[in-house]
């Protein structure tokens, strides 16, 4: 009973069932998102070195990151990729979740918990393609406050709250940064956090 | 009885080198290899000419194909709305009679993002 108490005893016992680390059942959709998170956030705190936010900096940056900085180039790409990694694993992470009908109680309220996940990763993939400041990255941004203030009411004051003034001319404002860089990426951990200790309350990773 | 650890299934015990870690490394090793390969895009810059026509990062793809061909209030909020409530409702609506309509309905969303992201790579 003891490796039932304690927030990490929960994350990681001393001792797991044999199914709940086999491949074919999970294909580890779940750790990979895990671990391009944790990639993820190493390589950011990397970038956060030299990146700079704003109409003109923020572009030069990157560039100057991608071309410059030693292994710059390197870490960006690694950054990049993770990310690109972090969305498609989350997405067939959900498909498999399905397809082994893990989301029956009790572990519906941690369904919830993981579309949560899933919809940050892509908010987080957004803002961090907003960070770019490129021309392609301005349009975005000006189509994320077109569609926010389509919502009557409250869509203007939405986009401003979430974009900051981002526009086609400056999509990397300091609000997007602040945003993809603390904001979304803390909440993302803590749900991740809870997430994985609700997988061991509710029964572990094995068929029902 | 089986808890919730699987006590009383077969265990394994985590021993140095873990299944874990090596997985974890060679996840790594193929990610360093990728970004070595393909290096991100910078895209276009402010001063170069203006761009004619840009495309979403692909996750939104599919809602820029959408936006394409209906009003962007039902491309952009009602269907992604429609859909992302489904979801997020997806454990309560698959109880009892309504499973096998919502897993059919969890088979065209996923049917329908595939195909609006193929239909996103086609028009470039």
């Given at each position: 009973m003891a490796q039932k108490r304690g927030f990490l005893n929960h994350i990681r016992p001393r001792g797991v069932s044999e199914k709940a680390m086999s491949f074919g059942y999970t294909f580890c959709l779940g750790g990979v998102s895990f671990l391009a998170f944790v990639v993820l956030g190493f390589t950011g705190i990397l970038l956060m070195f030299h990146y700079l936010p704003g109409e003109k900096s923020g572009?030069?940056?990157?560039?100057?990151?991608?071309?410059?900085?030693?292994?710059?180039?390197l870490i960006r790409d690694l950054h990049f990729w993770a990310g690109q990694v972090m969305v498609i694993s989350v997405s067939l992470h959900m498909v498999r979740v399905?397809?082994?009908?893990?989301?029956?109680?009790?572990?519906?309220?941690?369904?919830?918990?993981?579309?949560?996940?899933?919809?940050?990763?892509?908010?987080?993939?957004?803002t961090g393609y907003l960070l770019r400041g490129s021309q392609e990255s301005?349009?975005?941004?000006?189509?994320?406050?077109?569609?926010?203030?389509?919502?009557?009411?409250?869509?203007?004051?939405?986009?401003?709250?979430?974009?900051?003034?981002?526009?086609?001319?400056?999509?990397?404002?300091?609000?997007?940064?602040?945003?993809?860089?603390?904001a979304l990426p803390f909440l993302a951990l803590w749900l991740q956090m809870f997430h994985f200790w609700k997988i061991r309350k509710d029964g572990g990773v094995r068929p029902l | 009885m089986k808890t919730a650890d699987g006590e009383g299934e077969r265990q394994i015990n985590f021993s140095w080198p873990e299944r874990e870690m090596l997985a974890g490394l060679v996840f790594l090793a193929a990610l360093i290899l990728v970004s070595a390969l393909f290096p991100a895009a910078v895209g276009t810059g402010p001063q170069a000419p203006l761009l004619r026509h840009a495309a979403a990062p692909w996750i939104f793809g599919p809602i820029q194909v959408l936006l394409l061909y209906v009003p962007p209030l039902v491309g952009a909020w009602l269907i992604p709305g429609v859909f992302a409530a489904f979801l997020f409702l997806f454990p309560w609506l698959s109880k009892g009679r309504g499973a096998r309509p919502a897993l059919y309905f969890f088979a065209f969303f996923v049917g329908a993002v595939l195909v609006l992201l193929a239909m996103y790579v086609w028009l470039g």
């Open positions: 572009y030069a940056s990157v560039t100057t990151l991608a071309s410059v900085i030693p292994f710059g180039g399905v397809k082994t009908k893990s989301y029956r109680p009790p572990k519906e309220w941690n369904w919830l918990v993981g579309m949560s996940l899933l919809v940050l990763t892509l908010v987080l993939d957004f301005g349009a975005a941004a000006a189509v994320a406050v077109h569609i926010l203030t389509l919502l009557p009411g409250i869509g203007r004051p939405l986009a401003q709250m979430f974009l900051g003034g981002a526009s086609a001319a400056n999509s990397s404002t300091l609000m997007v940064y602040v945003w993809h860089c603390v | -």
